[in-house]
């Protein structure tokens, strides 16, 4: 287990400075924070909850976007994060669907991943994260092929630069990547297309998903299955769930106190794949108000405290 970080539980650090604690490096714990006001504002709302890492949406979550992108606050952005050694990712909108049979919906989500990779490259951010959609019905393999070329146009629309990360889901109403074997076959079909693309795992999707997070056994399970994959994750939503394991239902908890628990989390920190790469926070805190100073804390406290 990862040596103790912090003296007190919930305590946070900000700004990040990365060291090494008797030879181990602790996990990196972000989360994802309001863009609301101009995006370079999500700098200090990050360092204001103590996290070390941030996620932000560039356009609004549910809404089509509007506008150029704002290229002054998205390099005040990039200048901020430099500046506090903070790593950055961007969430493409919920809306974008590549797998959809819808071809408006097809195209509006090629603007929404285009922009999300463009907005990336211009704020200095470290992955596009981007749900790969739902065949509604279909089936996986009648839908592979559209989700990797819809995702190449994107992410070229966007000037290729920064990789996309693929994340997994909780699978219900045909969403894709739910398991191992559609996750690795996209990241493989991406990369012989020659987009620069990596995984991005969520927790509590997993759980719901049927890896009982929870148990020594679902996450020795967990890190079996998706072998071939750990290797190219490259961030981690480190939602925990108040849906039980098996559910496929997507509803995100605040650290420890949903069904993965402090355990599970403990657990899931001792696979090296995961541990190298920053932990992010996209859950309720108070009221929805999203990830709190608590919140930050308590998950730094679980995952790097012996």
Known sequence: MRPHLLSVPGAVQAPYRPRTIGGVRPIVVGAQVSAAGGVSNAAERALGVGARAVQIFVDQNRRYPRGPLPHDELERLRALLR????????????????????????????????????????????????????????????????????????????????????????????????????????????????????????????????????????????????????????????????????????????????????RGFRMLAEIPQLARVPWILEVPGKDHSGPRRIDVGRLDHILNTP
């Open 83 to 262: 500046r506090h050694r903070l790593p950055g990712y961007v969430h493409v909108p919920y809306l974008a669907n590549v797998a959809t049979a819808d071809d408006i919906l097809r195209t509006r989500s090629i603007e929404m991943i285009a922009r999300a990779v463009d907005a990336s490259s211009r704020a200095g951010l470290r992955g596009v994260v981007v749900h790969p959609g739902s065949h509604r019905g279909r089936g996986f393999d009648a839908v592979r092929e559209q989700v990797v070329l819809t995702l190449a146009e994107a992410w070229r629309d966007g000037g290729g630069r920064i990789p996309l990360l693929i994340e997994n889901t909780a699978g219900a109403g045909g969403h894709l990547a739910a398991v191992p074997s559609e996750m690795s076959i996209l990241l493989g079909e991406l990369r012989a297309a020659g987009v620069r693309c990596g995984a991005c795992i969520d927790l509590s999707h997993a759980h719901a998903q049927g890896w009982d997070l929870a148990t020594r056994q679902g996450v020795d399970r967990f890190q079996s299955d998706w072998r071939l994959v750990l290797p190219r994750v490259r961030l981690v939503h480190a939602n925990d769930s108040s849906a039980r394991a098996g559910s496929r239902h997507d509803r995100h908890a605040n650290p420890g106190a949903g069904t993965i628990g402090a």
